[in-house]
C-alpha cells in the first residue's frame, strides 16, 4: 500500500471545543485565548441591531419599487440585511437545523469520519488553521460543497444521522433560487437588467457550513470565529431557533451584534459583489462571539461564481469618476487564495486590489 501523503501543513493539536467543554468545562486552553485587542469587548455599539435593515421577499417579487430601493441601500450602506417571507417552507429550516445539531451530538468518533483535512475546508473540524502557532475558533465546524458536482467530496457527506444529506441537497436547492432572486432585485435596484449578475457568473458554485459554539466558561477571551468577510457574491445565513445571539458586524469601526428574527435569513453582501460592483457594495467584517450558557448553531451558505469564471468590476461601475479598484482574476485563483490562508478580516481581497489609481 502506498504511505498515506504527509500533508506539509502541521497545525498541531486542535482541541474539539464539544469535547473540552464535556469533559474540562472551565478550561480554556492556551491556543484559544485572544491577544487583548482582538478580545470581544462589550459591543458598546451606538448602532442598534434592530437598524439592520429588514427586506420583505413578498414585495420584492410582487416588484415593490420602495422595497426594491430599500434593498439596494441595504447593500450600500449596510452590507447586511435580513430577509422575511422569504417563501422558503419553515418545516424545512427546522430540519436542517435538527440534522445540524443531530449531527454535532453524534460521538467524536463518527464524527471523527468525516475529518477535515489540515488545510482544507471541508468536513468536520476547524477550517481556516494553518500553523500550530494560530489562534483557534471556539467552534466546530463541519462544510460541504454542494454545486457544481466537481466541488463534492462524496466522502464528506455523512451516512448518520438519516436524511441528512437528503435534507441539505433540498434546503440548498431552495436557497439557491434565494440568491438568485436577490441578485436580480440587487441588479433591478442598481437601474441595470435583471440578469446581469446571473448571466456573469456561470454555473455559481454553492457551499454549506455549519458551526456550532458550545458554551464557553470564559467568552470574554475567546472567539467563535476569527473576524473576516466572506469570500462569496452573497451569504445566506440560519441561526438555530433559540440561540444567542453571537454574530457581530464591523460598523463605523463598532461591533454591532445581530439579533436574529425569527425565520429570517441574515444575508451579507462578500468580497466578489464587492469587486464586480467595484466598490459599490462592501463586503462586511464580521465575526461571532461565545456565550457563558447557551450554544449557537449557524448554518451558513455562500453562492459565488464558477471557478470558471474571469472576473474584475463590471463596466456598468467604473467611469472616470469610479476608476477600477480591483483587477480582472480567474475567480477560481481567488478561492483558493480565500481558502489558504487565515480568517483575518479583509486581508484576503488585497489579492484583486490594484495598488495604484490605474484603470483596469
Ligand atoms: O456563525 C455566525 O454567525 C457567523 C458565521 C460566518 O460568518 C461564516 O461561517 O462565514
Ligand atoms: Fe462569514
Redesign the pocket.
Known sequence: MAPAPISPINVGHIDDVQELRKFKPNTIPQRFIRDIQERPTQATALISSSDIPTIDLSKLLKGNRDEILHLYSACEEWGFFQVINHGIALNLLENIEGKAMEFFRLPLEEKQKYQMAPGTVQGYGQAFVFSEHQKLDW?N?FALGVIPDSIRNNLLWPKKPTNFSNTVEIYSKEVRKLCQNLLKYIALGLGLKKDLFEEAFGVAVQAI?M?Y?PPCSRPDLVL??SP?S?GSVL?V?Q?GKGSSV??QILKDDKWVP?QPIPDAF?I?IGDTMEVVTNGRFKSVE???VTHKHSD???I?T?YAPSYDIELGPMPEFVDKKNPCKYRRYNHGEYSKHYVTNK?QGKRTLEFAKIPTKNSC
Do not use: E, I, K
Request: hydrophobic share 40%.
Open positions: 467552534c465546524m457550513r458551526n459554539y467563535g470565529l473576516h466572506d451569504t445565513l441561526q453571537g454574530l445581530v441574515v451579507n464580521h465575526r461571532a449557537r448553531l449557524s451558513v455562500f480568517l
